[in-house]
T-cell receptor, first 116, second 113 residues
Framework: EPEVTQTPSHQVTQMGQEVILRCVPI?????FYWYRQILGQKVEFLVS????????KSEIFDDQFSVERPDGSNFTLKIRSTKLEDSAMYFC??????????????FGPGTRLTVL | GDSVTQMEGPVTLSEEAFLTINCTYT??????LFWYVQYPGEGLQLLLK?????DKGSNKGFEATYRKETTSFHLEKGSVQVSDSAVYFC????????????FGTGTRLKVLA
């Protein structure tokens, strides 16, 4: 069964460093998303991406964040200069359609980011 | 804006007890509703979903019915097992703009043998 994959599973970085989190969505999916879950809290939407551009971003997704689909398979989230409060689990998701009955999003296993 | 409210946890039950986790929502239109489960150290797994009013989603003994009149989607299981211990998230998918998920705060379930 096709699945969303994410690498690395755990990333440790120093405050101020740049990190890139990688995701491989399901191959025929067209819509891509990043969500964040700070430890013990709820999952929050960060950004959605379609047709090589951002469709919507949340207040959390400030200028330190960027997303890219550098080739036909990868979808990346970059944090330019990490802060302590960026420590969280980051989930990638993809969906075949945006609305209607096929709008279910499939989630990857997550990347745990720890900023020291 | 759209929102999801879940009952506070943690919920502690003995094995074979009946489980209910309450979930209510506020939304524009008629969103699809979901329950996700997160086991310790793992990602989000879809447990069940319902796409329209009166639909019942079910999986692995868990059930939830989409109640439009009460804007609810409560999760139930007749007999829980120790292996059901996890965090359960109720979620909706928005019906306008970008179709993004809105999650509840999660309810931690602990089942004792």
């Amino acid at each position: 069964e096709p699945e969303v994959t994410q690498t690395p599973s755990h990333q440790v970085t120093q405050m101020g460093q740049e990190v890139i989190l990688r995701c491989v969505p399901i191959s025929n999916h067209l819509y891509f998303y990043w969500y964040r879950q700070i430890l013990g809290q709820k999952v929050e939407f960060l950004v959605s991406f379609y047709n090589n551009e951002i469709s919507e971003k949340s207040e959390i997704f400030d200028d330190q964040f960027s997303v890219e689909r550098p080739d036909g398979s990868n979808f990346t989230l970059k944090i330019r200069s990490t802060k302590l409060e960026d420590s969280a689990m980051y989930f990638c998701a993809s969906s075949l359609a945006s609305g209607g009955a096929r709008n279910e999003q499939f989630f990857g296993p997550g990347t745990r980011l720890t900023v020291l | 804006g759209d929102s999801v409210t879940q009952m506070e946890g943690p919920v502690t039950l003995s094995e074979e007890a009946f489980l209910t986790i309450n979930c209510t929502y506020t939304a524009t239109g008629y969103p699809s509703l979901f329950w996700y489960v997160q086991y310790p150290g793992e990602g989000l797994q879809l447990l069940l979903k319902a796409t329209k009013a009166d639909d019942k989603g079910s999986n692995k003994g868990f059930e939830a019915t989409y109640r439009k009149e009460t804007t609810s989607f409560h999760l139930e299981k007749g007999s829980v097992q120790v292996s059901d211990s996890a965090v359960y998230f109720c979620a909706l998918i928005t019906t306008s703009g970008t179709y993004k998920y809105i999650f509840g705060t999660g309810t931690r379930l602990k089942v004792l043998a």
